[in-house]
């Protein structure tokens, strides 16, 4: 095999899907798992020899680097291989993992790739479904916004809500710079690298109503669809890792559930604007596992819903998506009916490591 690609080694003649691992292990790098760059690295260098990591991207082969992205890929092999070290199916991937040492992770891996390449390609066909619960902290200045101009209760509904962890973001506790939010005695705490203001956080928050959907929703009380959702957890990110557990916790404490649906299905079947409320349509990293097609056809929903709303029943759409050119930063963004006006509330970190609040510099 030739020696694994550095993530500098990035240049415009490597193949786009040697480029997409490349490319994907330097961003694992730049949000501090070394351990993930370094095996997609040397997933990059066998799929430049024909090795059995050519076999298992097959399906998208042809696909341009952006879509390769989208499509997340990388992803879905990285996670495919920390899947196998949870099962404890092989003894010798799960040791190798325990001691995050990357050698022997590729070593066993590459083994047991070669040995069942089916197993990966059927675990890569599914859609990543991260359900990062740090994006809660991204997505709280909106849902505080929300509060602050409407003064109304709020309901709730996440598209492509995976677990559903997210769906409880008001039973977590935050840190926002100097400011703090939510329940100081709750299991889950989420604390980032907070830069700008705060969000306001004497708004008064209740949330009345909350539902989800995903078109594969994920069961966590099936140990295999638990323990996909873990796996696409970077195994060196003990932090993330804990979170995670914690808030699979919270969910099962509250029986969260999330409905199996397509999101524009569900957004036209189940989502209408209700006096004595303000409805919120909710949602991050999503919008790019859906084609052009898709995206107009949930915003012309959306919008419809926006021109129902009124002052007593007001309609908020909150996401946090990463802007056509950037996939490395998220933009979140409020639009608020009635009257439309959309605001660039904050800038973050694909896993919120770091957020900007920008909503200071966009008053409404």
């Known amino acids: 095999m030739a020696a694994p690609a550095s993530h500098g080694a990035m240049s415009e003649d490597l193949p786009p899907m040697a480029r997409a691992l490349t490319l994907q292990a330097g961003a694992c790098r730049a949000m501090g798992s070394p351990l993930s760059g370094d095996l997609l690295d040397r997933a990059a260098a066998d799929w430049l020899d024909g090795g059995v990591v050519s076999l298992l991207t097959a399906p998208w082969d042809g696909l341009s680097l952006k879509a390769l992205f989208d499509a997340a890929v990388a992803l879905r092999l990285l996670a495919s291989w920390r899947e196998l070290a949870l099962s404890g199916d092989d003894p010798a991937v799960a040791e190798a993992y325990g001691r995050l040492d990357a050698e ?54 996440e598209l492509a809500a995976s677990a559903g962890l997210n769906l409880s973001w008001d039973r977590y506790r935050y840190a926002v710079g100097e400011a703090t939010w939510g329940d100081p ?22 949330v009345v109503e909350r539902a989800a959907c995903d078109r594969r929703p994920t069961d966590l009380n099936d140990p295999s669809e638990r323990r996909r959702l873990e796996s696409y957890i970077w195994a060196d990110q003990a932090e993330r890792i804990a979170r995670i557990e914690a808030a699979i916790a919270v969910a099962e404490a509250n029986d969260v559930r999330v409905e199996a649906s397509d999101a524009l299905d569900w957004v036209r079947a189940r989502v209408r604007p209700q006096a004595g409320a303000v409805t919120v349509v909710y949602h991050s990293v999503f919008w790019t596992y859906m084609s052009a097609d898709q995206q107009a056809a949930l915003t012309e929903a959306i919008e419809a819903l926006g021109d129902q709303a009124s002052a007593e029943a007001p309609f908020a759409w909150l996401r946090m998506e990463p802007p056509p050119t950037d996939i490395t930063t998220m933009d979140v963004r409020l639009t608020l009916w009635p009257g439309g006006q959309e605001r660039l509330l904050a800038q973050a970190n694909p896993h919120c490591a770091w957020v900007t609040w920008l909503a200071a510099a966009n008053p409404s």
Do not use: K, Y
């Open 104 to 157: 022997a992770i590729w070593a066993t891996v590459s083994a047991a790739m070669a040995a069942d390449p089916a197993r990966f390609e059927a675990f890569m066909t599914h859609e990543p479904q991260t359900n990062e619960v740090r994006r809660s902290i991204g997505l709280l200045g909106g849902f505080l916004e929300i509060a602050r101009a409407t003064g109304l209760p709020l309901r709730c509904f």
């Open 185 to 206: 005695a709750a299991a889950v705490r989420i604390d980032t690298d907070w830069q700008g203001g705060p969000p306001p956080v004497d708004a008064p928050i209740s």
